[in-house]
């Protein structure tokens, strides 16, 4: 490793080579070499910790030792690394844990689809059946929503800046209020209903909803367990496929493995990425109740959808499942992050700041433009990597690995205090 | 590895937990579990010839050992695996390594995209860039173009069944006929330049035009080298970008890195992925002419562009490159190939073979329906892995791994001989 | 006229030669002959009383004598019939008319384009024009909007039946709530403003946006001239275009020529077309403030834009604004058909009316399904012409010419009272 | 009439109070006060010839005299002048007439739909129509195709600068290339033919194709009649709906009564508008196949659908085609104009003339830019009024009233041949 790291000690290699579309390494600039849980080491030694977790795709750490050791035994052995969709045993194992483990615990029966490894491509895939299943081309998205880059999954995200990037006008596509989104009094579920039931308001019946139920990009903004139950009666009344988007907020990133457990909802099509594979290696799942399984062979495919070493340590993930330790490890650390960050606004009232989110996929909302980035940015300085989140950046998030211990969680949590105290005396 | 084999003997499991989208294990309907270059060994330990490669994502062979070596190496030594886009030891080193050995030596001057780590992912990109850098909408494609799934991709793609399977009108593409597609007395650049100069075409002035040199699942037809630079020169005079989706042409997949280096042609945009990684692992990027890199931080993005395992792989993969030696194998193996086949279809006239491809892409035509599937069926009880390719799946598709050997060579297509024969008789 | 009358005196010929999409002819399945301004005739000499007035093409009453003595001395003299948009005399002396009477007096300056003489072709013409300048492509709508059947205008009409016969998505508009459409305590302003500003909402800024004062064909939902100023704001300050639609509510329908005067707003461009010509012949005009106006020569164009005959009766119409006598007569007659209706809904409080509207467009939306239309039905017998509005056909639409006197308008008045009242019994 | 005169003898007017959007009084700056048949008059009493005929509306000559006396008699007295699509005596009589007149001599079976009066407007309900009908979206249409300027018929057109007006992209249609377009050796049916059949040619099958026989504004291009046969067969055989747009070519323009009679075919739907009125009336209509009339009732509307006087004056114009006095008539000019145009361009070879064109729908296609409209410009100085067509107005058409007579013809070709003769020494 020692080779590398002294090449690459500097940014200078991106800026030369690397298109201008990069991102997080402008927010980070620093070349990382190593990772641990919830560490994050760089050329030099230094230590990160990380509240970021991959945005999302991390959330049982870096380098999880117990699916390190299933993944090399798997690469040594020769286990097949690429296999588009043949059948091989790696796929297999997955389908049978994810069946035992997940499905069958919580009375749940979805087909499993294998779509390209990425959220977009779950995305594009849920949205090609829902139009297929219906026939009808409208998808009901809400505002906020974030769910992919390519053009479907775009024409279905709310942000103004990035559906600009397309390129085209995006289309089948037509966004209502998210919970809440004209404040607490408004209950949006009735703007939802009128648009769908008066035939003069110009909106044509959808073939599928899909939401977040936690929105993470756009916000961490969190729906009432109440109002997805209503969504849900909505959708089921009016013949609409209901389709949760759980990339981020699922995997037990809210504290069960799907997001919408305990909103006691069954959702027609949920798509799954980031932390499936358990280990950072692109994955993405759709999971399709069977009766809308009326795919052709090979009518959605993609070179990548068996990527089988994210096979394997998908299967090996899965028993973090087996018993609730985790759910509960992430309903305590959730409540100790909450009580932080209410604490920590309460103290610096200037700021503005408003405590979001669910699980350990939380935040502060700063009511002060451009504050969230200055926080994040003092964060890493002092050795915490934070994103900020919200279609102003509005937003300070608290993501960390799910199996981060208490020790790390509250290093982090002070650093972040000391960041926005930092910044507090700017706003007095 | 035993206790997998034996809980995963036979394909029930797929046929009730995987989604009806499944394809390719139905054409081969056996459980996969090892594979070695151009070897892949199923449950019962028999062994089948793969000339397939993953659909050209594993042109160095499966599970090649001197990457397999760096790759545990990363793994065991704690390497980052996952990191969106942030800095990276792996992704510098891949960076400059691509830079020198594939670039430079070129004379080629490209910025590397990182989108996310599929071939429509990396297509959905440069169409984006170039629409935005045009601020033009509309995308020329050939006719049997294939580019991807996703909503953009898929508009650019010929396929009527793919096409139907986006469930909405699919928009800002045309399609003009590709090289020899109206026969070899037709020169089909006089057809894309009257479209493109008569104001009364119904066509505008596209941003872009987007092509495979050899189209593969269109059916291996192949562009001239001379077609190639004709259309290139009406780009450069008309101010159109010239995309090369060289996902599965490329990476030495017809004898040179880039399938256009032998036509002389410098595209403003070149799409990568399948073989990119080297190992099968799922990467892409997307290559700009540095002028055209406009992009806004962030403008398009994904979780898992920075698959890092694949930097390793892709970085070593390289060392194949470092002199002509590959170069001068695919060559030669090529010219076996193509001599193989024209022997073969001389000597079954009745079923109307037709040759086509170029370097180690190549494929029989034949010009009866259904027969290419039914000797890539007899071809696989027979120990060979071949699939179909083209609209009505008329080509038997020769497609190894780069680095197979003359014997591997020489067996598989012995066994596509004899699955010839076996079904000719049908056609006397 | 006789022998015309003999060979047509039952609808069966309709039935037989004319297509299934004819509508009014079954609502009154009757073959009219001659009219009068507010008087209908059939074949056999049955009078009615006209409260439709052409769906507002016929504010200055049936065949009025002053507009048909020019007309027939135009016709008699040869003058031009059909010019395209060549220069003629007829087109001058409109011109010239309408800048002296209509446009100078109320300190509106326009240019004047005739776009095919009918509304849905003003309107096209707008938003082509509106796009053009700001080189957006989205138009903001509003629930339960018409503004008709081509695909341009349908993409912005709100009714779901008529968006469905469109046999293809509709594009680029979208749809906010008019006001008063989430009832009275709702401020829908508020909604507007959020969606505009809001960069996660899903919309782009719209290049204009479109609305009818009083929406006709929707259910004679009235927008406050509060609303409209604070409409007229939220474009302003955004460089949004504002269209008003007045081709129903303008032409002195709701009691001053333009429907917005009172509100004081001077929209960028206006839409003008059934009365406008004053006669019931094909005529349509767009108004477009002056610096808007970058068409290229013939960028939109017709055959019919220079329909001569409707000039002639176009320029002499305006004399009934030349003083405020007309304007005058309709408040006057609007208040007492406002007292009527009025009285009326609370006669009979179990029909669930509610009396909706602005000068001579007024209704009764009845909250009981069907009733409009059995009110209207019964009336037609009893020598009343009314059509039903709104998407549920929930509102019977009184909109007799302007030009009617006292007496036909108490005569009307009381047919559809006694038609109320024949329905009333069902609903004790 | 004389005050008129006095007031409007400039060109001023226009060009203060009209928009920019304005053509031909571009190309003709005189204002135009009386009209006679084929002769034109303006404010100083200066005739001109007609060879321009309203673009095609005016067939019958301007203000014909047979036509005009019915119309006053009608408007005299107190006949329906606008009655949306209610039924009256005037309606049916029309009907009734073109039923026995036109539709059964020639053994055809329509049912006739009146979309607004104009032809755009009758496209746009075919478009509708076929699309409801077969479930599809996408329209073929032919290169140089001119449609109309709403949205739905501007997608089918092919002339670029006015596709581009639209500022948005269009939609659901794709273009093929129209008999001769890649001259008089292709045979682009087989182009057609291919793209239909080949499953990987980017095109679905289209729900109709639309065609003009003769292209108007395209160019005067002329589809053989076997080419026509051709196509209606491919259409057939597929379940394309085959629409023909004679609103140019139509009424008698090329000799029969719909263009494609000759060809021996029978479309699905034909367009009627332009000359259908026979006075220059605004006037459109939709002729269905009775099996394809799956109209809901009000599906397709518009307020100027009854425009009664057209419909006086079109059953009047009729009276034409109650024997083949006019067709002679048509045929014996189109002849003269033929001979006479070959003859000279080829006294003026340099100018590289081509003649175009059938029955009295031709022109001269001179093969110098900028040549046509310069002739044009010299023609009507001289007194004759012609436009031209092409997407590069690199046609002068001859299309003067039908019913013009030989005195009047010659005079005008004369002109016409002063008019190149005076540009001629240019090119030698």
């Known amino acids: ?11 200078s290699v991106f800026e030369e080579l690397e298109s201008e579309v990069r991102s997080y390494c402008r927010s980070f600039p620093i070349v990382f070499t190593q990772a641990n849980n919830y560490m994050l080491r760089d050329t030099d030694g230094k230590e990160y910790i990380d509240f970021f977790a991959g945005a999302g795709a991390l959330n049982y750490g870096h380098n999880n030792p117990k699916l390190k050791r299933k993944l090399v035994d798997y690469i040594m052995n020769d286990g097949i690394t690429h296999s588009l969709d043949m059948a091989t045993s790696a796929k297999a194992e997955f389908l049978k844990r994810f069946n035992e ?36 081309e409208t998808i009901m998205s809400f505002t906020n929503a974030f769910h992919g880059m390519t053009l479907g999954s775009l024409a279905i995200t709310g ?28 209950d949006t579920i009735e703007h939802v209903e009128r648009v769908l ?32 139950r209503k969504l849900s ?40 990425s980031k932390s499936i594979s358990g280990y950072g290696l692109p994955m993405a799942i759709t999971l399709l109740k069977p009766e809308l399984d009326i795919w052709e062979p090979g009518e959605h495919n993609g070179t990548f959808r068996g990527n089988n070493m994210a096979f394997i340590t998908a299967a090996e993930a ?30 610096y009232p ?44 509005e937003v300070a ?3 960390p690995p799910l199996t981060i211990d208490r020790e790390g969680l509250e290093h982090g949590l002070n650093i972040l205090a000391y960041s926005v105290k930092a910044w507090s005396k700017d706003f007095n």
Request: with cysteine.
């Open 101 to 136: 483990v997940i499905l069958k615990p919580r009375g749940l029966n979805y087909k499993v689809m294998f779509p390209g490894p990425t959220g977009t491509n779950s995305v594009e895939s849920a949205l090609k059946l829902a139009r297929k299943v219906k026939g009808r």
């Open 318 to 347: 899965l028993s973090y499942w087996e018993n609730d330790e985790l759910c509960r490890h992430v309903e305590r650390h959730g409540e100790t992050v909450r009580l932080f960050l209410e604490d920590l606004i309460k103290t």
């Open 397 to 399: 998030k608290v993501m």
């Open 233 to 272: 009666y909505i959708c089921k009344r009016r013949g609409i496929i209901l389709i949760v988007d759980d990339i981020q907020a699922g995997c037990g990133r809210t504290g069960t493995f799907f997001s919408f457990e305990k909103a006691g909802i069954e959702p027609d099509i949920v798509c799954l």
């Open 159 to 186: 942000n103004r800046f990035k559906r600009h990037g397309a390129g085209v006008p995006l289309y089948h596509s037509v966004f209502v209020p998210f919970d809440k989104y004209y404040g607490d009094k408004v």
């Open 350 to 393: 200037n700021m503005k700041g408003e405590v979001r989110g669910r699980g350990l996929m939380q935040g502060i909302a700063f009511g002060i433009e451009g504050l969230a980035t200055k926080v994040c940015k003092t964060a890493f300085e002092q050795g915490l990597i934070m994103e900020t989140a919200g279609v102003n950046r």
């Open 1 to 11: 490793m020692k080779s590398l790291l002294d090449k690459t000690s500097n940014m």
């Open 197 to 228: 039931d008066d035939g003069g308001s110009g909106v044509s019946l959808p073939a599928a909803m899909i939401l977040e139920t936690v929105q993470g990009e756009g916000g961490i903004n969190v729906a009432d367990y109440e109002w997805l």
